[in-house]
Protein backbone atom coordinates (compact mmCIF):
# COMPACT_ATOMS: atom_id res chain seq x y z
CA UNK A 1 0.00 0.00 0.00
CA UNK A 2 3.06 2.20 -0.31
CA UNK A 3 2.18 2.68 -4.66
CA UNK A 4 5.61 2.24 -4.78
CA UNK A 5 4.57 1.21 -8.17
CA UNK A 6 1.91 3.09 -10.41
CA UNK A 7 0.95 2.64 -14.05
CA UNK A 8 -1.13 4.95 -16.38
CA UNK A 9 -3.20 4.94 -19.06
CA UNK A 10 -1.85 6.50 -22.42
CA UNK A 11 -3.91 9.77 -21.17
CA UNK A 12 -2.51 9.58 -18.29
CA UNK A 13 0.92 9.16 -19.06
CA UNK A 14 0.21 11.96 -21.78
CA UNK A 15 -0.96 14.09 -19.05
CA UNK A 16 1.56 13.65 -16.75
CA UNK A 17 4.08 14.06 -19.95
CA UNK A 18 5.78 10.58 -19.41
CA UNK A 19 6.58 7.70 -21.90
CA UNK A 20 4.65 5.09 -21.65
CA UNK A 21 5.28 2.50 -19.26
CA UNK A 22 6.71 4.48 -16.93
CA UNK A 23 6.25 4.16 -13.30
CA UNK A 24 4.37 7.17 -12.39
CA UNK A 25 4.85 6.78 -8.92
CA UNK A 26 6.56 9.58 -6.48
CA UNK A 27 6.89 7.27 -4.10
CA UNK A 28 9.01 4.28 -5.83
CA UNK A 29 12.47 3.49 -5.75
CA UNK A 30 13.01 5.72 -8.77
CA UNK A 31 11.50 8.56 -8.63
CA UNK A 32 12.76 10.17 -11.30
CA UNK A 33 10.06 9.18 -14.57
CA UNK A 34 8.06 11.88 -13.04
CA UNK A 35 10.95 14.27 -11.27
CA UNK A 36 9.92 16.81 -14.21
CA UNK A 37 7.11 17.85 -11.95
CA UNK A 38 5.70 19.00 -8.51
CA UNK A 39 1.98 18.17 -7.39
CA UNK A 40 0.78 21.65 -5.55
CA UNK A 41 -2.63 22.42 -3.54
CA UNK A 42 -3.42 25.62 -2.51
CA UNK A 43 -0.14 27.01 -3.39
CA UNK A 44 1.62 24.56 -0.93
CA UNK A 45 3.66 21.47 -2.67
CA UNK A 46 2.41 18.12 -1.32
CA UNK A 47 5.20 15.50 -0.66
CA UNK A 48 5.05 12.36 -2.32
CA UNK A 49 2.91 10.90 0.89
CA UNK A 50 0.31 13.24 0.82
CA UNK A 51 -0.99 12.47 -2.94
CA UNK A 52 -4.46 11.17 -2.75
CA UNK A 53 -3.13 7.70 -4.59
CA UNK A 54 -0.51 7.02 -1.63
CA UNK A 55 -3.38 8.15 1.09
CA UNK A 56 -6.20 5.89 -0.43
CA UNK A 57 -3.59 2.89 -0.23
CA UNK A 58 -2.07 3.95 2.67
CA UNK A 59 -5.44 4.58 4.94
CA UNK A 60 -7.94 2.58 3.09
CA UNK A 61 -10.09 5.02 2.15
CA UNK A 62 -11.75 7.25 -0.36
CA UNK A 63 -9.89 10.32 -1.67
CA UNK A 64 -12.87 12.31 -3.69
CA UNK A 65 -12.77 15.57 -5.40
CA UNK A 66 -8.76 16.18 -4.94
CA UNK A 67 -8.31 19.32 -7.07
CA UNK A 68 -4.39 19.58 -7.64
CA UNK A 69 -1.69 21.49 -9.59
CA UNK A 70 0.97 19.77 -11.40
CA UNK A 71 3.55 22.39 -12.08
CA UNK A 72 6.66 21.16 -14.79
CA UNK A 73 10.21 21.75 -14.79
CA UNK A 74 9.39 24.21 -18.14
CA UNK A 75 7.32 26.52 -15.95
CA UNK A 76 4.15 25.25 -17.20
CA UNK A 77 1.12 23.71 -14.82
CA UNK A 78 -1.83 21.74 -15.45
CA UNK A 79 -4.92 22.04 -13.75
CA UNK A 80 -6.70 18.43 -12.38
CA UNK A 81 -9.50 17.04 -10.10
CA UNK A 82 -9.71 13.56 -9.28
CA UNK A 83 -10.73 11.10 -6.75
CA UNK A 84 -8.27 7.60 -5.50
CA UNK A 85 -10.55 4.83 -3.91
CA UNK A 86 -8.30 1.90 -1.76
CA UNK A 87 -8.17 -1.66 -3.78
CA UNK A 88 -9.06 -4.40 -1.31
CA UNK A 89 -7.92 -8.28 -1.71
CA UNK A 90 -10.13 -11.62 -0.99
CA UNK A 91 -9.07 -10.56 3.06
CA UNK A 92 -10.24 -7.40 3.22
CA UNK A 93 -6.92 -6.17 3.07
CA UNK A 94 -5.53 -3.17 1.25
CA UNK A 95 -3.51 -4.28 -1.92
CA UNK A 96 -3.56 -0.92 -3.70
CA UNK A 97 -5.77 2.15 -4.74
CA UNK A 98 -6.57 3.22 -7.91
CA UNK A 99 -7.41 6.63 -9.44
CA UNK A 100 -9.16 8.65 -12.03
CA UNK A 101 -7.98 12.54 -13.07
CA UNK A 102 -9.27 14.63 -15.28
CA UNK A 103 -7.38 18.17 -16.41
CA UNK A 104 -9.49 21.07 -15.88
CA UNK A 105 -7.06 23.48 -16.93
CA UNK A 106 -8.91 25.36 -19.22
CA UNK A 107 -12.04 25.61 -16.85
CA UNK A 108 -9.67 26.81 -13.93
CA UNK A 109 -8.57 29.74 -16.37
CA UNK A 110 -12.01 30.34 -17.45
CA UNK A 111 -12.69 30.80 -14.27
CA UNK A 112 -9.69 33.14 -13.13
CA UNK A 113 -10.51 35.00 -16.61
CA UNK A 114 -14.30 36.00 -15.22
CA UNK A 115 -12.60 36.84 -11.58
CA UNK A 116 -10.13 39.16 -13.29
CA UNK A 117 -13.51 40.57 -15.56
CA UNK A 118 -15.35 41.16 -12.53
CA UNK A 119 -12.78 42.71 -10.32
CA UNK A 120 -12.16 45.07 -13.29
CA UNK A 121 -15.27 46.14 -13.44
CA UNK A 122 -15.68 46.56 -9.43
CA UNK A 123 -12.56 48.92 -9.43
CA UNK A 124 -13.96 50.39 -12.56
CA UNK A 125 -17.39 51.37 -11.01
CA UNK A 126 -15.67 52.64 -7.54
CA UNK A 127 -13.71 55.17 -9.34
CA UNK A 128 -16.91 56.10 -11.53
CA UNK A 129 -18.38 56.11 -8.29
CA UNK A 130 -15.96 58.91 -6.35
CA UNK A 131 -15.47 61.10 -9.41
CA UNK A 132 -19.66 61.14 -10.00
CA UNK A 133 -20.29 61.86 -6.11
CA UNK A 134 -17.59 63.25 -4.71
CA UNK A 135 -16.94 66.63 -6.54
CA UNK A 136 -20.27 67.11 -8.06
CA UNK A 137 -21.50 67.50 -4.33
CA UNK A 138 -19.15 70.56 -3.84
CA UNK A 139 -19.56 71.92 -7.50
CA UNK A 140 -23.75 72.24 -7.17
CA UNK A 141 -23.29 73.42 -3.54
CA UNK A 142 -21.12 76.29 -5.10
CA UNK A 143 -23.22 76.84 -8.45
CA UNK A 144 -26.25 77.36 -5.97
CA UNK A 145 -23.94 79.84 -3.72
CA UNK A 146 -23.21 81.43 -6.85
CA UNK A 147 -27.27 82.09 -7.68
CA UNK A 148 -27.39 83.27 -4.12
CA UNK A 149 -24.63 85.94 -4.75
CA UNK A 150 -22.39 84.73 -1.82
CA UNK A 151 -18.87 86.10 -1.38
CA UNK A 152 -16.15 83.69 -2.54
CA UNK A 153 -18.53 81.24 -4.35
CA UNK A 154 -17.31 82.23 -7.70
CA UNK A 155 -13.26 81.68 -6.55
CA UNK A 156 -14.52 78.58 -5.45
CA UNK A 157 -15.93 78.02 -8.92
CA UNK A 158 -12.66 78.62 -11.03
CA UNK A 159 -10.57 77.07 -8.49
CA UNK A 160 -12.73 73.67 -8.67
CA UNK A 161 -12.07 73.98 -12.36
CA UNK A 162 -8.35 72.95 -12.06
CA UNK A 163 -9.15 70.01 -10.69
CA UNK A 164 -9.05 66.83 -12.58
CA UNK A 165 -12.54 66.30 -12.61
CA UNK A 166 -15.05 63.73 -14.65
CA UNK A 167 -15.84 64.90 -17.97
CA UNK A 168 -19.61 65.49 -17.00
CA UNK A 169 -18.99 67.48 -13.98
CA UNK A 170 -16.52 69.51 -16.14
CA UNK A 171 -19.04 70.39 -18.76
CA UNK A 172 -21.28 71.68 -16.43
CA UNK A 173 -19.29 73.67 -14.31
CA UNK A 174 -17.82 75.34 -17.68
CA UNK A 175 -21.53 75.75 -17.96
CA UNK A 176 -22.01 77.68 -14.80
CA UNK A 177 -19.20 80.11 -15.96
CA UNK A 178 -21.83 81.30 -19.09
CA UNK A 179 -22.90 83.61 -16.40
CA UNK A 180 -19.66 85.37 -15.21
CA UNK A 181 -18.00 86.10 -18.89
CA UNK A 182 -17.18 89.07 -16.90
CA UNK A 183 -14.44 87.91 -15.26
CA UNK A 184 -10.88 87.48 -16.20
CA UNK A 185 -10.64 83.88 -14.70
CA UNK A 186 -13.55 82.57 -16.24
CA UNK A 187 -11.97 83.37 -19.35
CA UNK A 188 -8.73 81.77 -18.25
CA UNK A 189 -10.40 78.87 -17.14
CA UNK A 190 -12.43 79.21 -21.33
CA UNK A 191 -8.77 79.20 -22.37
CA UNK A 192 -7.32 76.11 -20.45
CA UNK A 193 -10.51 74.06 -21.77
CA UNK A 194 -9.52 74.78 -25.47
CA UNK A 195 -6.35 73.31 -24.99
CA UNK A 196 -7.88 69.78 -23.03
CA UNK A 197 -6.85 66.34 -24.14
CA UNK A 198 -10.54 65.93 -24.24
CA UNK A 199 -11.92 67.00 -27.66
CA UNK A 200 -15.24 67.06 -25.73
CA UNK A 201 -14.75 69.45 -23.23
CA UNK A 202 -13.14 72.06 -25.33
CA UNK A 203 -16.36 71.50 -27.70
CA UNK A 204 -18.62 72.78 -25.21
CA UNK A 205 -17.51 76.16 -25.28
CA UNK A 206 -18.59 76.81 -28.61
CA UNK A 207 -22.25 76.33 -27.35
CA UNK A 208 -22.10 79.79 -25.13
CA UNK A 209 -25.53 81.48 -26.25
CA UNK A 210 -24.69 84.35 -28.42
CA UNK A 211 -26.50 86.58 -25.96
CA UNK A 212 -24.19 86.03 -23.19
CA UNK A 213 -21.27 87.42 -25.67
CA UNK A 214 -22.70 90.30 -26.44
CA UNK A 215 -21.23 93.17 -24.91
CA UNK A 216 -22.69 95.98 -23.63
Do not use: Y
Not at 24 to 39: C, E, M, N, R
Not at 57 to 69: L, N
Not at 176 to 198: K, N, R, S
Amino acid sequence: PECREVRGSRVGCEMLRAAPGTNLSKTGPDPAGVAHFTVWRDGVELAPEELPLQRAAREGREVRDFEEELRFDDGSCLHTVGSAVPLHGEDGAVRGAVAAFVDVTKLKEAQAALLEADRRKDEFLAILSHELRNPLSPILTTVELIRMRAAGAFARLTELAAAPLHRDVRIALLRALWDHLDHEATWATFAAAVTDPDWVVASRLAEIPANRLTVE
